[in-house]
């Protein structure tokens, strides 16, 4: 019998996500060479998806070309299937639905790290370790607040993962605070 897999696989994989896409130089987690060469490469997919997922946002702001011209771009250049099926499904417009745990982790951590990334940023010394999943749902309510972040997905991504807002946003904390110093952030 299959085990279902665990939708927050490892914090290096949800910070990759948002590191690559954010700052495509940086690298993955030094101790990678004691990770299992299998589980490398679900990080390897995992950090191309989140690093290509918005790449065609600036040539094609708008939708229904974001991400679709995106995703031609990429299957001409040979991206992996399934990263690019991931791109794809990661807009809900796109009539793509999200079925591999990738496809639901890259929707879930888009929204949510951009806005824990926002609400560490205006934290006292933009520190993001100790940020906790409270306060972050009280940031979700206020809508002036990083107003641009759709609180709907959000929501939705934590209950296309199986999990709990409150435990999605805590993995994203720990995941972003492994990289903060990469994305601008201060760990304390």
């Given at each position: 019998?299959?085990?279902?897999p665990?939708?927050?696989?490892?914090?290096?994989?949800?910070?990759?996500?948002?590191?690559?896409?954010?700052?495509?130089?940086?690298?993955?987690?030094?101790?990678?060479?004691?990770?299992?060469r299998?589980?490398?490469?679900?990080?390897?997919?995992?950090?191309?998806?989140?690093?290509?997922?918005?790449?065609?946002?600036?040539?094609?702001?708008?939708?229904?070309?974001h991400?679709?011209?995106?995703?031609?771009?990429?299957?001409?250049?040979?991206?992996?299937?399934?990263?690019?099926?991931?791109?794809?499904?990661?807009?809900?417009?796109?009539?793509?639905?999200?079925?591999?745990?990738?496809?639901?982790?890259?929707?879930?951590?888009?929204?949510?790290?951009?806005?824990?990334?926002?609400?560490?940023?205006?934290?006292?010394?933009?520190?993001?370790?100790?940020?906790?999943?409270?306060?972050?749902?009280?940031?979700?309510?206020?809508?002036?607040?990083?107003?641009?972040?759709?609180?709907?997905?959000?929501?939705?991504?934590?209950?296309?993962?199986?999990?709990?807002?409150?435990?999605?946003?805590?993995?994203?904390v720990?995941?972003?605070?492994?990289?903060?110093?990469?994305?601008?952030?201060?760990?304390g």
């Open positions: 019998m299959c085990k279902t665990d939708p927050h696989p490892s914090a290096p994989s949800a910070g990759t996500i948002y590191l690559k896409s954010a700052c495509p130089c940086n690298s993955l987690d030094d101790g990678r060479s004691e990770i299992p299998s589980v490398v490469i679900v990080n390897n997919t995992w950090g191309i998806a989140g690093m290509l997922h918005d790449f065609d946002d600036e040539m094609h702001p708008r939708a229904p070309h991400p679709m011209k995106g995703g031609e771009i990429l299957s001409a250049r040979g991206v992996p299937p399934a990263v690019i099926y991931a791109v794809l499904a990661h807009a809900d417009y796109s009539g793509m639905p999200r079925v591999s745990v990738l496809d639901r982790a890259l929707y879930a951590c888009d929204e949510l790290s951009g806005f824990i990334h926002a609400c560490a940023l205006v934290r006292p010394g933009r520190v993001i370790s100790g940020l906790e999943p409270s306060s972050v749902k009280k940031k979700l309510k206020d809508k002036a607040f990083a107003r641009t972040v759709n609180r709907d997905n959000v929501y939705r991504g934590a209950a296309e993962l199986g999990v709990e807002l409150d435990e999605h946003i805590a993995f994203v720990r995941a972003l605070t492994g990289v903060a110093p990469d994305i601008g952030l201060a760990v």
